[in-house]
């Protein structure tokens, strides 16, 4: 059993920027970042399977990157120019080795407690 820690969290205000940090506690094939805003459905945002095989929601694209350290087991998310409508719980999720990655919930096993970003206008 893989944990997921995120932190990285905060208030900013539009345009700002905000780095989220999901440290993983042992082995993950692919991770990814999901948000989630109260009674709307899970959105997934960025996943990382190696550096050149990243994918993005259309919404997050150009203002935010995915990274992964593979050292420090950790996954990143840079959020530039960012909006109130980014406003969302953020979720990190992983998955073992064998099956796929992308932005489909259901595809990961793995999940964290999530972190919370506000964008204020």
């Known amino acids: 059993q893989v944990q997921l820690v995120e932190s990285g969290g905060g208030s900013v205000q539009a345009g700002g920027s905000l780095r989220l940090s999901c440290v993983a506690s042992?082995?993950?094939?692919?991770m990814v970042w999901f948000r989630q805003v109260p009674g709307k459905q899970r959105e997934g945002v960025a996943s990382?399977?190696?550096?050149?095989?990243?994918d993005y929601a259309d919404s997050v694209k150009g203002r935010f990157t995915v990274s992964k350290d593979n050292r420090k087991n950790t996954l990143y998310l840079q959020m530039n120019s960012l909006k109130p409508e980014d406003t969302a719980m953020y979720f990190c999720?992983?998955?073992?080795?064998?099956?796929?990655?992308?932005?489909?919930?259901?595809?990961?096993?793995?999940w964290g407690q999530g972190t919370q970003v506000t964008v204020s206008s």
């Open positions: 042992g082995y993950t094939y692919c």
């Open positions: 999720a992983a998955r073992g080795f064998g099956g796929s990655c992308g932005l489909t919930s259901a595809n990961y096993n793995y």
């Open positions: 990382f399977l190696f550096a050149d095989h990243t």
